[in-house]
Every structure is written in C-alpha cells, then in structure tokens.
C-alpha cells in the first residue's frame, strides 16, 4: 500500500523476457497502493476469444541472521568469506532471477537482511538459495523467515483506476528505498461473504488506498504455496506514509476480517557491498 533510492541498488531488466514470455497480454507494471483487478469473463461472453494467460512471477521474500560467532572469526577469514557472498550476489544471471537486498540492521532483532527474489522459474529462486547453503558464510546465516508467493490478478474492481486490470500478473520492483513486507491472512468469515459484499469493502480500501500516492503495493498470492494466503509488499521513500496509510485501514470495514498481518518487516534497499559492511568491521 505504500515511492528515488538514493543508494539504488541496479535493477534488473527482465522487459524483454516478459515481453516474449507475455506477448499480446497487456501486462504493466504494478501501480500504486489502490492497484486492482478486474474479475473473470462475465456471463454471456463464453463466445468470444479465449484471453491470453498471463504469466505469472514467483516470488520469494527470504530473511537472514547472521550468527554472532561469525564476528569472532580472523578479520581476514570474515573477509574472505563476505568477499564470496557478495560476488555471488553481483555474479547472479539477470536473465534468470531479480535480486534486491535489503537491509534489516536496525530495523528488526531477529533478522539482518533480506533477499526479494522473483523469477518465472521455482527453479531459478532454488538454485540462488542452495548456492547461499555451499558457502563457508552458509554456515553462520540462519533463516529465522521467509515467504514464497505467485503474483496472479486480483478478483476485485479498482473502479477509481480501471486500467490496472493486469498490473498484479508482473511486478518490477526495486524504485524505491524502503519495502515494508508482511504475511497476511483473512479470516474463514470474509470467504463466504458474497462477491458483491466483498466488492463493496474493497471499493472502501481501495478508496483510501488511492489518497497515498507515494506509496506501491506489491500483492502476490501463496494460497497453497505457503502458510500465509498472500504476502504483500509496500514500497515507499517515505515510511511516515505507510504509517499513516496503514493506520487509516484499521478504520475500514474490511480491517475486521484480517486474521493475521505479523511480522512486518521495515527493509532498507542497501547494495550488497554497503550491506556486507554493516555485518562485520571488514
């Protein structure tokens, strides 16, 4: 629901990929926090051409914690270490896999940095994470978090922006400094509401959505991928407006159908070699 990254970590261009891989499906890129869909074929139109697929983006937001007897090590063995983990990092196929790294130094106890990975193959996302697993520093990072989720359209109507319709099927993130991100899981309630009910709670959240423009939400979907339904992702250069936006929705109708939104995590777009020097003194 949450906009320039003064330290702007290169982003990955995957438009022509996309370009080949969706050809003719309209797909852009995500718009801001009041983004939505339009719903199925309505009845009546079985006649007309069946709609090109959209592809869809895995997505993976995986957290990681450094180990405290890392920083006990030789200087010069922490050094060689973090040296191999960066040049992974900057060695990654862009082709293949867009990488961000985040930092979460000071901003959360448990966790260090964050990798947001998004690929159109499972396997892209796996084999960047074995590769972590066989470095020497593999042995002093834990992963306390992570969550894997497709981007797909949304079933609602933003009636205030219809030309949104496709811009949850890719996303291309990265614009901005900070990404708050969190699991999110409705209630069984919400669920056999009718899709008319639903509809009208959301023309409300989206309503207030649309009054934070420096604010973009990434939605994607982990509906039997992960034990969240959907993980989302604000990105934003100014948090104070996330906090507002997000202080706002408690007030909305649809807030009392939200079972859990915990942890949220606050993600600070750092490179990888800025990155590797708030771990350790090196």
């Known amino acids: 629901m949450l906009g320039r990254n003064t330290r702007k970590l290169e982003i990955v261009d995957m438009s022509q990929q996309v370009q080949n891989t969706a050809a003719g499906s309209g797909i852009s890129p995500t718009g801001p926090a009041h983004a939505g869909i339009t719903p199925g074929t309505a009845p009546g139109a079985a006649t007309r051409p069946a709609a090109t697929p959209a592809p869809r983006q895995y997505v993976s937001f995986a957290f990681y914690r450094l180990l405290p007897e890392f ?123 009718s899709r008319h009910a639903r509809q009208g709670v959301m023309d409300e959240h989206i309503e207030v959505g649309t009054k934070y423009q420096s604010v973009r939400l990434n939605t994607t979907y982990s509906f039997g991928l992960d034990d969240q339904e959907f993980v989302v992702a604000f990105e934003t250069d100014t948090p104070g407006d996330f906090l507002d936006l997000v202080q706002e929705l408690r007030e909305t109708e649809g807030s009392r159908y939200t079972l859990r939104d915990t942890p949220i995590f606050t993600c600070v777009q750092t490179p990888i070699r800025e990155l590797i020097k708030q771990l350790a003194n090196v």
């Open 71 to 193: 920083r006990r090590l030789p200087l010069e063995q922490q050094r060689t270490m973090l040296e191999e983990f960066a040049a992974l990092v900057e060695n990654n196929d862009r082709s293949k896999l867009i990488l961000l790294t985040y930092s979460c130094i000071g901003t959360r106890a448990d966790v260090d940095l964050m990798f947001w990975k998004i690929a159109f193959s499972l396997d892209d996302i796996q084999r960047f994470s074995a590769a972590i697993n066989r470095l020497p520093l593999g042995g002093y990072l834990t992963a306390p978090f992570g969550y894997l989720a497709q981007t797909k359209r949304s079933t609602y109507i933003d009636k205030l922006d219809p030309r949104h319709d496709e811009s949850r099927s890719i996303i291309r993130p990265g614009k901005h400094k900070y990404v708050f991100v969190y699991p999110f899981v409705k209630t069984r309630e919400w669920y056999m509401l």
